[in-house]
């Protein structure tokens, strides 16, 4: 190992080195947190009085700057906006860079990951009064969103108010998802549309009541 090798890997301990801290801050926050989460960086954590944010067992959030191979280019996000509010990522979730934001329900299942830059979003932030002005509103127009297990989201892709993503789901890089999406299936682009189809993976069978 060269030394520049070895410095590299001595910085990205020091960059995880501070995960407990962050998890303590999580903790005060009321996040509930399950085993062997990990923070790289300090993220943006806020909950809203009488909301959950539930991190599964293995959760990977990755916010400082260098610490991903397209960079973070702010901590990641992760906010419940209104009373009710629940945002639940599965176990070994993994995210860069991302925005949370639930102003009723964002459910990510397990082993998904997020791109650096990836936005889940199940409201629209604003309404238009009658008079011209916007009021912030982050649950009435709110509806859920559902991702399921080992889905993979792109860099800088956005996923809106309403939208299923099935299982081993690929988002493509950049792309704007406005719909459903069906399990094994690749969509990309703006709005997302069906470029192809993931193949070898099957619904995992339902375990018995």
């Known amino acids: ?12 301990w020091l960059r995880s080195f501070p995960s407990f801290l962050w998890q303590a801050e999580a903790d005060i926050k009321g996040v509930e947190c399950g085993q062997g989460i990990v923070f790289v960086g300090r993220p943006m954590i806020s909950v809203a009085p009488n909301s959950r944010i539930i991190l599964s067992e293995g959760v990977r959030i990755v916010s400082a ?3 991903n191979p397209l960079g973070c280019p702010q901590p990641s996000v992760l906010r419940t906006l209104a009373p009710g509010a629940e945002l639940r990522l599965g176990a070994r979730v993994g995210l860069s860079a991302a925005v949370l934001c639930a102003g009723k329900e964002i459910t990510i299942g397990d082993d998904t990951i997020l791109g650096s830059g ?10 238009l009064e009658p008079d011209g002005t916007w009021r912030n509103e982050y649950s009435e ?16 892709a956005i996923v809106l108010k309403g939208v299923e993503i099935g299982d081993y789901a690929i988002i493509g890089a950049g792309a704007v998802v406005t719909r459903n ?23 995992a069978p339902e375990k018995a009541a």
């Open 65 to 67: 700057l260098r610490s």
């Open 1 to 12: 190992m060269n030394s520049a090798h070895a410095l590299g890997r001595f910085v990205s």
């Open 181 to 203: 999406i069906p399990a094994n299936a690749i969509f990309a682009g703006n709005p997302a549309r069906e470029v192809g189809t993931r193949s070898g993976h099957a619904h």
């Open 118 to 127: 990836a936005m889940i979003i199940d409201n629209d932030f604003h309404v």
């Open 141 to 156: 127009g709110a509806r859920p969103i559902r991702i399921g297990r080992s889905v993979f989201i792109g860099a800088r």
